[in-house]
């Protein structure tokens, strides 16, 4: 590439940070331009790697996310230009890193407030390099139908509008970045468009210079005359009239310095930029335009009549000859994204997933429509919120207490039940809380903890069926079915187990129906018969007590069979026993207890002598 070229079709940049939205303009460019290969080929971003997806028109793309420049630079050798997003704390660092990769040649510095020592060494740095600085402060630069960086020229709309689709034949440089979008459409519609954009940055001491870039473009063939807004403060621009005094800028030159207001301003304001200060008479925007004027350069009498004097330069250059005007084209649409599609009605899309529980989308997430805040003031308690997010109804108070005695009643049964030895074992492994919790919950089933769901279907079977508790017995007894929810170790009925006692009373006196309990100490009746401890036990409590829950709640038969179907009952020995898991987790972990194996004299071993041998 020319060396009086900063970028052109083939160019491809480096993103210094995880500026998403900006390379997706810088993409959408590229599609709208027609370019083959994305221009940018990664990401930089120190606390992570991987990749990033991306849509190049309406294709998926990904791009790499590398953690350093280095990395990035031995990936992509032929990527010469780092756009740099670091704060202004880390733009000089990254910046000098750049400088150093031997591969990078154009660097721009987007951040504002970049100390103007590092700023000067910067400069001082990239001209020892042979290099280029665009910025401090900046939005970058572009060249139509080729190149842009980040932000520079703003939307896609934008970028048809000021024709920044194709290369025009005028050479734009500027101070200010917002200015420059406003330029680039000004050119668009009184010539034939930009051939290259630069904005140089606000601060006092830019990377480069606009008179760096005008040397540029009076360097390169195909821009036949040049165009450049300056702003009040500093002297750049009487390098700009020396320069076309020696002959050094040649080229027809629009020229305008804003900031004719200052002088009816208290002296010293500041107009945005760190560089928009006058600090002299000769610093100041009405002198700066008189001294241009007088050297020669084209400068309008206002801002307003900018763009009638670069119609009028440019239509001298093309009844010369100088300019033939570029033929127009016919950009590609850039496809919108759903979101905004979305937000703005273009689209109908069916959703993949229903929530009719909650919605996060509000000011205050809600769950079945009641604000947290709302349950939290008025203390629904956790029963209250497992009424909300399983059953989707408000319960009464007797509920969420009786949900919660039924949670603090499963919670744990010793570290000898399968869960718990489960959970124990795999905390001695080294593993951590999740694994460790999972391995206890996947012993749930029909042997431990399953049967509250199975107490409430068995129970139930029988008592829909209009079965007598003996009639119960005996055809489960036929089928060799045991009845789930009867049985317990060591409780029996001159035993009984307290826990079952308390849900009993507690559904006596707040339950104003309860016969599948009644039912199920029927059967009770009958299984003691044969021996004692074929008592009701704890998941047989909570099952039959559930489903006289629902029903007094006016559950349907339907929907207290889909709760079961689903296994919802089972749902609260697994919430409950979670916290005993935990509670064996955390105990393992704070003993430091090594990796379990099991004794040797607790296991037979019944290996024969020699395997079975098949012909």
Not at 177 to 200: C, F, H, K, T
Not at 236 to 261: F, H, N, Q, S
Not at 542 to 568: K, Q
């Amino acid at each position: 590439m020319e060396s009086y070229k900063l970028f052109d079709i083939s160019t491809t940049a480096f993103i210094y940070g995880s500026q998403t939205v900006a390379i997706q303009r810088m993409l959408d460019f590229d599609y709208l331009c027609r370019r083959e290969q994305p221009s940018v080929t990664g990401m930089i971003t120190p606390d992570r790697g991987g990749f990033e997806k991306f849509f190049m028109g309406s294709k998926e793309i990904t791009i790499n996310r590398y953690r350093s420049i280095q990395e990035a630079a031995a990936a992509h050798p032929e990527t010469d230009v780092l756009v740099n997003f670091a704060s202004q704390r880390a733009a000089y660092r990254v910046s000098r890193e750049a400088l150093d990769a031997s591969t990078i040649r154009t660097i721009v510095i987007i951040a504002e407030g970049v100390p103007e020592r590092f700023s000067r060494i910067l400069a001082a740095l990239a001209r020892e390099k042979g290099k280029w600085i665009i910025g401090p402060a900046t939005v970058g630069g572009i060249v139509p139908g080729a190149f842009k960086v980040a932000d520079a020229a703003g939307t896609p709309e934008n970028v048809v509008e000021s024709k920044l689709y194709r290369r025009g034949s005028v050479g734009f440089v500027s101070k200010s970045g917002g200015l420059s979008n406003e330029s680039y459409n000004i050119i668009a519609r009184n010539s034939d468009g930009i051939y290259e954009g630069v904005a140089v940055g606000g601060d006092l001491y830019p990377g480069s210079t606009l008179l760096d870039h005008l040397l540029r473009y009076e360097a390169n063939p195909d821009i036949k005359m040049m165009v450049c807004l300056s702003e009040v403060g500093g002297r750049d621009e009487y390098a700009i009239i020396d320069a076309v005094k020696d002959g050094r800028l040649t080229k027809p030159l629009v020229m305008w310095v804003t900031g004719t207001c200052a002088k009816a301003m208290p002296k010293g304001v500041q107009f945005g930029h760190a560089g928009a200060r006058a600090g002299s008479t000769a610093e100041t925007a009405e002198a700066k335009n008189q001294a241009l004027r007088k050297a020669g350069v084209t400068v309008p009498d206002s801002f307003d009549d900018y763009g009638d004097k670069i119609r009028e330069t440019y239509e001298a250059l093309v009844k010369k000859g100088t300019i033939r005007p570029v033929p127009e084209i016919e950009p590609r649409r850039v496809p919108m994204d759903l979101k905004q599609a979305l937000r703005e009605g273009l689209v109908r899309r069916p959703t993949n997933f229903i929530s009719t529980i909650c919605d996060e989308r509000g000011d205050v997430h809600n769950y079945c429509g009641v604000p947290i805040t709302d349950i939290i003031q008025e203390g629904y308690g956790i029963g209250g919120v497992i009424g909300l997010l399983w059953f989707k109804k408000k319960l009464p108070r007797y509920v969420g207490e009786f949900i919660e005695m039924v949670l603090q009643i499963v919670a744990d049964h010793g570290p000898a039940v399968s869960g718990a030895l489960n959970t124990i074992v795999t905390a001695r492994a080294g593993k951590g809380l999740i694994e460790s919790v999972m391995a206890g919950i996947l012993t749930i089933g029909p042997r431990f903890g399953g049967a509250v769901n199975g107490a409430a279907e068995h129970f139930r079977y029988g008592y829909t069926k209009g079965m007598s508790a003996r009639e119960l017995v005996d055809d489960m007894g036929r089928r060799n079915i045991m009845i789930q929810g009867i049985g317990h170790r060591i409780r029996s009925v001159e035993n009984p187990d307290p826990r079952v006692q308390i849900m009993m009373d507690f559904a006596r006196k707040h339950f104003k129906t309860h016969p599948l309990l009644d039912y199920a100490l029927e059967v009770q009746a009958v299984t003691t018969l044969k021996r004692g401890t074929l008592i009701l036990n704890v998941d047989g409590a909570i099952g039959v007590l559930f489903v006289d829950m629902l029903t007094n709640l006016g559950f349907s038969n339907d929907e207290i069979d889909e709760a079961i179907g689903m296994g919802v009952f089972n749902a609260f020995f697994i919430l409950g026993r979670m916290i005993g898991f935990m509670g064996h987790y955390f105990d393992q972990k704070r003993m430091k207890q090594p990796l379990y194996r099991h004794p040797q004299d607790d296991i037979l071993y019944a290996v024969p002598d020699h395997p079975e041998e098949v012909q």
